[in-house]
């Protein structure tokens, strides 16, 4: 019997397999055929879910082996998450539409959007979570108020704190827009306030009235994230460990946040969710224009950011495989402290509390990880008509210029798209593309939520239009193996107001 193990990165074949070290085992005696184990920190998964032997692979399956969907079946699970908010009071954001498909059960993903209560600014995030969702679950709860603590002028300020020590519940920073599939943990409420009303103290008496917006923002991020790792290290007043913040600490999660304040419009991001802005030009085309990248091994800068951090004796291994210490994908995220705290917390608090040892191999000169953000600050004009933000399960299936190429056909309300006549010879080409075309309309459903339309667009979207078989057999694959195919989806469109941005100008 022989066997082997390589790490999978997520654009692989295996491309939704998970940010925490997955490895595929092959082992088989000669002659004899392979079998494959998925094998996670938590879970294990034999290939006898998934082989349903084809050419090319154990990636391939057969549709006709799982549950079928009726079209009103499949958008009923499309919109089951699906929001709308049109914006009641004088604003540069007209409407915003968001949504959210998960994969992972229970989802890993979480969004969060609000309007600061003392500025009027909007604030808008996605939290993609990895080794579960308690990471992602409690910076989408905190973030937004850190930050809007952190922009606040002097007398803001003041009139926060005033209302921190007069409040018998707590004081609120932003007014939030709620999701029907919201929640919040009750446990660590508490502690929220009390970390909250104790940066803003801070902010207070530290207050820098040149202090930039990006600053702020960066000042936010690695507030929290300090916030995570010490109330991790903060035992029960019975002396047990507070496993409900040791877990929001030792998971993980990347963040993209949007920010806007007036015309101002700043991108602050950690890890692999992006932002793309949809720039309608003078000539009448459409622009995507990227404001935020990714935090992985693809990005060259962020190789040479890690392995700048550390000796060169560990260059070769400091990003190993596509991943950080050959462990984890993205090279920025809140939580995730066993690549930050060194070897003595980690024993300390981390081996004891899970009983073994947790320390990654080649793990020499700490922190390997980081929180702190990269921002981009653009300045709104009358051309820039909507902001896509999106957790990877999005931009893994979905190109970027795809992606605001839909949301501006559905804006305009062309929903079916365009024709592509690609490699087209004869008039019967043609024919056969235009009967495709309409026997793929005749079943096709217009969404009016437009985060709807592209992850319809995503699993299902073919140059044809919508394939129903496509998409009905990605949303009914079985749950030991959805992960292989597709991750959670998190998909929040800004829609500016172009009166305000054009008084602005």
């Not at 088989?28 to 392979?34: A, D, H, M, P, Y």
């Not at 190109?399 to 501006?408: F, G, I």
Request: glycine letters at 8%.
């Amino acid at each position: 019997m022989s066997a082997f193990a390589v790490p999978v990165r997520r654009r692989a074949v295996l491309s939704g397999l998970g940010r925490l070290g997955w490895q595929v085992n092959m082992r088989g005696r000669g002659g004899g055929s392979t079998t494959i184990f998925l094998h996670h920190s938590r879970t294990v998964c034999s290939s006898a879910i998934l082989q349903q032997h084809q050419p090319g692979g154990f990636h391939h399956f057969h549709r006709s082996s799982l549950a079928k969907l009726t079209p009103q079946q499949v958008t009923n699970v499309l919109r089951a998450n699906d929001a709308s908010f049109v914006m009641d009071f004088d604003s540069p954001v007209h409407r915003f539409d968001s949504n959210q498909l998960g994969s992972n059960t229970p989802m890993e993903d979480r969004r969060a959007a609000g309007r600061c209560l003392y500025s009027g600014d909007m604030l808008f995030g996605v939290f993609d979570g990895h080794g579960g969702s308690a990471c992602a679950q409690t910076v989408s709860e905190r973030l937004l108020d850190y930050i809007a603590v952190s922009l606040m002028d002097y007398k803001q300020l003041c009139e926060y704190k005033s209302s921190m020590e007069s409040s018998t519940g707590r004081a609120e920073a932003v007014r939030r827009f709620n999701f029907a599939n919201d929640y919040s943990l009750q446990e660590g409420a508490r502690r929220y306030t009390e970390a909250l009303y104790k940066f803003a103290r801070e902010v207070l008496a530290a207050y820098d009235e040149e202090a930039e917006a990006a600053d702020c923002l960066r000042h936010a991020f690695e507030r929290l994230d300090e916030d995570l790792s010490s109330e991790a290290q903060t035992k029960l007043p019975n002396g047990q460990v507070n496993f409900e913040a040791l877990q929001a600490a030792y998971a993980g999660a990347t963040t993209v946040v949007a920010y806007v304040h007036g015309a101002d419009l700043y991108i602050a991001n950690v890890g692999d969710s992006g932002a793309v802005l949809g720039v309608h030009n003078d000539d009448g085309t459409w622009e995507p224009r990227p404001l935020s990248s990714d935090h992985n091994a693809l990005n060259p800068s962020e190789i040479l950011r890690v392995r700048g951090e550390h000796p060169r004796s560990e260059s070769t291994f400091v990003v190993k495989g596509g991943r950080l210490l050959g462990y984890l994908q993205p090279l920025r995220a809140f939580g995730d402290v066993k690549f930050k705290w060194n070897k003595r917390l980690q024993m300390e608090v981390l081996n004891t509390a899970y009983n073994k040892n947790l320390i990654p191999v080649n793990y020499y000169t700490p922190p390997y990880l980081t929180a702190m953000p990269e921002i981009t600050h653009h300045r709104l004009t009358s051309n820039d008509k909507f902001l896509i933000l999106a957790s990877d399960g999005l931009w893994e299936p979905m190109m970027k210029h795809t992606a605001v190429r839909l949301v501006a056909e559905h804006l305009m309300g062309n929903h079916k798209g365009r024709l592509h006549f690609d490699g087209i010879k004869t008039l019967g080409d043609i024919s056969n593309i235009l009967k495709k075309r309409r026997a793929s309309h005749s079943s096709e459903v217009m969404d009016q939520n437009v985060t709807t339309h592209l992850i319809r667009h995503a699993l299902g979207g073919t140059d044809d239009g919508i394939d129903h078989s496509k998409l009905a057999t990605m949303l009914t694959l079985p749950e030991e193996i959805v992960r292989l195919y597709r991750d959670d989806i998190t998909i929040t469109v800004i829609f500016f107001n172009h009166d305000h941005i054009a008084s602005l100008e």
